[in-house]
């Protein structure tokens, strides 16, 4: 659609911070009111939609769409989302290894294994690993602990998170960048490792780098987003 205002501003009010067009409040695509948690966060938000042209492109406003996602989505079905975050534990990317001798099981150790470990120490727990794709189901223990470290997480934080896990299929990684244990270079490396190891092998094809640098803006996006509220 055209751009309908000229300026853009942000005033903190009792929930948090508004985002104001031409002094107008902002309200989600439900009609919530857009309020944003942290000042950085609506700083943020406000940059999007001060950078749009003469037309506004939803597309590149991606912090601004995980903040609609948070109020509309993520509120209303709140314990669905911690569900969804909470299954990519139980089948973990970075649990599921190639068979032992494998040249790409010795990658995957020397990479996954630090990840693992310390999302380990960190919460108390054990994962199983499994070498071939056969699904193994990991502990209630393992499970009912990063539960409750994704129960603690808030709306907005949800909203970010679980694209961090999504995308990578994997909810350690996920907790070891939102933890800052790791650099998101290092999680994402290991989120595609086989991705890379095959293209070591046989060669890049064009439509999956592409892919994978499309996928690679949207987990930097939702990473930059969780950065705006953890500060």
């Known amino acids: 659609m055209k751009r309908f205002y000229k300026t853009v501003t942000t005033e903190p009010v009792e929930a948090g911070h508004a985002l104001l067009l031409d002094g107008r409040s902002v309200k989600t695509p439900l009609r919530a009111p857009l309020i ?3 000042a950085a966060l609506a700083e943020a938000v406000a940059a999007e939609w001060h950078a749009q042209g003469e037309e506004i492109v939803i597309a590149s406003m991606p912090l601004t769409g995980f903040a609609n996602a948070a109020i509309d989505q993520v509120v209303p079905n709140r314990q ?14 970075l649990c599921y290894r190639a068979d032992p001798g494998d040249p790409l099981a010795e990658r995957q150790d020397r990479d996954w294994e630090p990840i693992l470990q310390w999302a380990e120490n960190r919460y108390d727990i054990r994962m199983i690993h499994v070498a071939g ?4 189901p990991q502990s209630s223990h393992s499970l009912s602990r990063l539960r409750s470290v994704v129960a603690a997480m808030d709306p907005f934080v949800l909203a970010g998170f679980s694209t961090l896990a999504a995308i990578g299929g994997s909810l350690i990684g996920a907790l070891a960048l939102w933890e ?4 998101s270079g290092t ?9 890379l190891w095959q293209e070591e092998l046989w060669g890049a094809d064009a439509e999956a780098v592409a892919a994978r640098e499309h ?15 953890k500060g």
């Open 80 to 93: 669905r989302f911690i569900d969804d975050i909470v299954a990519y534990g139980e089948t973990d990317t």
């Open 180 to 183: 800052q244990a790791f650099d």
């Open 133 to 136: 794709i056969i699904h193994q």
């Open 187 to 195: 999680i994402w490396r290991a989120i595609c490792l086989e991705e």
């Open 215 to 229: 996928r690679r803006g949207a987990f930097d996006a939702a990473w930059r987003f969780c950065c705006t509220i």
């Open 36 to 38: 944003l948690p942290t």
